[in-house]
């Protein structure tokens, strides 16, 4: 991203990590139900908003539709967690169509191989974690974002490691409704990393579009 546009787009981005450090922080304050989830939702709304406006084309519709999903989802876990789950599971089907959209040309081994590590033990261990077969199901395609993201021509230790942090934050998610006890990690963990990893997405995928257009019209 040229120092102009990070500039210019510099306010939505501090506005979501606002959003985000305050629902952290006030989560287990006495704020009304209403209001914190608003605060929850504003955290990835705002990089939707972020990558509506910096975006390219239909890559950039893709990565819109996917946070947007997810800032759904950041509402809706609140109310049950199986509607909350259905909007992550649409959102991760928009990501699967970026990262597809745009796979890298030539994977060495230890990517082809991270890639299939994330695609097929990430369902597994939500299963595990959650006894639950339909969150094994959820896992597929979480664990198909976070493979497609690895294996992207985008920059892995931003999109790639950001997806990764998506899954470790689900997993910890799980491992709550099972019989794995890891606290007190979930409470402090989960939110952190979730939301680093979706900004590290949202970043990564813009910064890379913005790059190919310059590109393109340089080439003019």
Not at 129 to 137: A, D, I, M, R, T
Request: aromatic share 10%; proline share 3%; with cysteine.
């Amino acid at each position: 991203m040229s120092h102009h546009a990070l500039i210019e787009e510099r306010p939505w981005l501090l506005a979501s990590i606002v959003a985000a450090v305050a629902f952290y922080l006030l989560r287990d304050n006495a704020v009304g139900g209403i209001q914190l989830m608003a605060l929850k939702g504003a955290g990835v709304a705002l990089l939707a908003v972020y990558a509506f406006r910096r975006g390219v084309g239909t890559n950039g519709l893709l990565l819109t539709t996917y946070l947007a999903f997810g800032a759904l989802g950041d509402v809706l876990i609140e109310i049950s967690i199986t509607y909350g789950g259905a909007a992550f599971f649409a959102g991760h089907m928009a990501a699967i169509a970026l990262f597809l959209r745009n796979r890298r040309e030539a994977p060495t081994g230890s990517q082809r191989a991270a890639g299939a590590a994330l695609v097929l033990l990430t369902p597994v261990l939500c299963w595990l974690l959650s006894g639950s077969y339909e969150v094994g199901l959820y896992g597929l395609a979480l664990g198909g974002m976070a493979a497609g993201a690895w294996m992207s021509r985008f920059p892995r230790y931003r999109v790639g490691i950001g997806a990764v942090l998506f899954v470790i934050s689900d997993l910890l998610i799980f491992s709550e409704m099972g019989s794995i006890n890891l606290a007190p990690l979930p409470h402090y963990l989960i939110w952190p990393l979730y939301y680093v990893g979706q900004l590290l997405i949202a970043v990564g995928v813009v910064q890379t579009l913005l790059a190919d257009r310059l590109a393109t019209a340089w080439q003019r």
